[in-house]
């Protein structure tokens, strides 16, 4: 059975939605928990004369996010009494960190949301669950939202 849930937020409700549902998961078989947010850091951002100070302002605003989606998800698993870590990864793509931190991490089960975007959106954005079904090493749970 499952020993290690690697839980990707991204502050969502479908996320929070997943994080319950790994928590739930983790209770059952003893698992922990490793959550994560991904940052995309995108290659051109703050190009020009304020190159560095944009890329900073960016980054600044993306790492304050990911820990205020961490710890409203690390409420909720600590409420429920899991092990749980965590860990904040940059990257030029967010399906991408969320694949290479299962051997990094040694998870054996992602957990992770979904949002309910139409097909217009999902063929001009992409879908990072469908990318990360389709490459993970791992079973993937995907809980559904209507985000």
């Known amino acids: 059975m499952f020993k290690h849930i690697l839980v990707p937020v991204d502050g969502s409700a479908t996320a929070l939605q997943a994080v319950r549902e790994a ?3 983790a209770q059952a078989v003893k698992a922990r928990i490793t959550l994560m947010h991904a940052i995309q ?19 600044n605003a993306a790492h304050a996010a990911a820990n205020a989606a ?25 399906w991408r960190a969320i694949v290479d931190a299962v051997p990094a991490v040694g998870a054996d089960l992602i957990v992770m949301g979904t ?8 063929m001009l954005l992409g879908s990072v669950a469908q990318r990360v079904l389709a490459n993970a090493s791992v079973p993937v749970m995907v809980v559904h939202g209507k985000e």
Not at 115 to 122: A, E, K
């Open 23 to 25: 928590t739930r998961m």
């Open 70 to 94: 961490i710890a409203e998800a690390r409420a909720v698993i600590d409420a429920g009494a899991v092990a749980c870590e965590s860990r904040i990864v940059e990257g030029n793509n967010v």
């Open 115 to 122: 949002h309910g975007r139409g097909m217009i959106d999902r």
């Open 41 to 59: 850091v995108y290659p051109y951002a703050g190009l020009g004369d304020t190159f560095g100070d944009g890329l900073a302002v960016y980054l």
